[in-house]
Nanobody
Framework: QVQLVESGGGLVQPGGSLRLSCTTS????????MGWYRQAPPKQRELVAA???????NYTDSVKGRFTIARDNAKNTVYLQMNSLKPEDTAVYYC?????????????WGQGTQVTVSS
């Protein structure tokens, strides 16, 4: 069983920065594709940024140029650096880990961390 623990959320003013961290345990971190999702009710959960096991990244259009996802396999941790934050970035951010082994897809979620952008 893989466990994901997020940290780094909080309250920040518009234009500010936060760095989210997600540390995993219970499996080999390097084989997982990692992602950050967010959900602001009543919207559906959306993918914000992802990084493959090989280090390839992709971002949703609204965060391109402002957010950076990175991983440190030695620390079993994935990061989301968020700069130039906007009120519309306010949401609960969730860490996600996915892999496929012997034809079976495994998906794990963290508990979420609140990010609030407000003056």
């Amino acid at each position: 069983q893989v466990q994901l623990v997020e940290s780094g959320g909080g309250l920040v003013q518009p234009g500010g920065s936060l760095r989210l961290s997600c540390t995993t345990s219970g499996s080999i971190f390097s084989i997982y594709n990692m992602g950050w999702y967010r959900q602001a009710p009543p919207k559906q959960r959306e993918l914000v940024a992802a990084i493959t096991s090989g280090g390839i990244t992709n971002y949703t259009d609204s965060v391109k140029g402002r957010f950076t996802i990175a991983r440190d396999n030695a620390k079993n941790t994935v990061y989301l650096q968020m700069n130039s934050l906007k009120p519309e970035d306010t949401a609960v951010y969730y860490c996600n880990a996915q892999t496929v082994r012997i034809g079976v897809k495994y998906v794990y979620w963290g508990q979420g961390t609140q990010v609030t952008v407000s003056s």
